[in-house]
């Protein structure tokens, strides 16, 4: 993938120094950092104050590695993750405009270990993923390393990848798309793992779109498409049930099959177009 750095990303919220946690040791929050948690319990509906007033548990429930300088090939990552976040979100921005709307932009969180959201605790146990709550994506780089033991790819394109399937879900917030899922599966309990697979193969779909772009624009290369493809696969449930052991079961799964991943951001990188990512068969029409 040919890209060029160019420092960091406006849009990046940058936490990887984080070392103090939640809790009131080693300094203290201060009364700043205490209105903070309380005004991010009142909006978000999580006790974050509870959690840091009672029993020390909130250092290793939101525990923060010590800040550790970051290595050459981290600052790199970073370097790509900015280029690939503005790159998407201009992208982004046209195809809204060429529709009469207005995109908003996300922000990225990059974190070591653990942070706070606006969905919760993010950890990096979970991977990458997108909060329509506080409009942004949170990552934490050692995924880089656990996408690998998974046996995918981690080249730039895959990584683009990666950062885009999770723009994608800020598109279906904004297209009011997370939304209506969200009533369906509140109206429709037994549904909600399909409507999940749909709206991840949709926010794979999307990253296709952009995708696309960077094809029309002679970035990317065959080799970077397969590498892509590969984590994608990398990502299926099939694929990560086989790897921890388990049977595959199909009813379970809540990203969709390795197949599936595959086939819709090839849908998105082949048509180019947000209508051509109709995961949902019309369940979702306004």
């Not at 936490?15 to 009142?42: A, E, N, T, Y």
């Not at 790509?80 to 201009?90: T, W, Y």
């Not at 908003?104 to 605790?121: I, M, N, P, Q």
């Not at 390393?145 to 279906?172: K, M, P, S």
Request: overall charge negative; glycine content about 14%.
């Amino acid at each position: 993938m040919d890209w060029t750095p160019g420092g960091m990303s406006d849009d990046i919220e940058d936490r990887r120094g984080d070392s103090g946690g939640f809790g009131m040791g080693g300094g203290g929050i201060g009364i700043i950092g205490f209105i903070v948690l309380l005004l991010i319990s009142l909006v978000t509906g999580h006790n974050f104050i509870g959690l840091m007033l009672h029993g020390g548990d909130a250092t290793s429930s939101v525990a923060q590695r010590p800040a550790a300088p970051p290595s050459a090939a981290e600052n790199r990552d970073v370097q790509l993750i900015s280029f690939v976040l503005d790159d998407a979100q201009k992208t982004w921005t046209e195809i809204f405009a060429a529709h009469h709307r207005t995109y908003r932009h996300a922000k990225l969180v990059l974190f070591r270990g653990a942070t706070y959201s606006g969905c919760g605790t993010a950890q990096a146990a979970t991977g990458p993923f997108y909060c329509p709550e506080d409009e942004k994506v949170y990552i934490d780089l050692s995924f880089w390393n656990e996408l690998q033991r998974f046996g995918g790819d981690t080249g730039d394109f895959a990584q683009a990848y990666v950062i885009t399937h999770e723009l994608g879900h800020h598109v279906q917030k904004l297209l009011g798309i997370e939304g209506r899922e969200r009533q369906l599966v509140e109206s429709n309990p037994g549904e909600e793992n399909p409507l999940s697979v749909d709206l991840e193969l949709q926010a794979d779909c999307f990253a296709g779109v952009w995708g696309h772009t960077t094809e029309q624009r002679n970035m990317v290369h065959p080799d970077d498409v397969a590498g892509a493809l590969r984590a994608a696969a990398a990502v299926g449930d099939d694929h990560l049930q086989r790897m921890s052991g388990r049977a595959v079961s199909p009813e379970s799964f809540t990203h969709g099959s390795s197949a599936q991943r595959e086939h819709w951001f090839r849908q998105g990188l082949d048509g180019g177009q947000v209508s051509g990512c109709a995961t949902f068969n019309g369940r979702l029409a306004p």
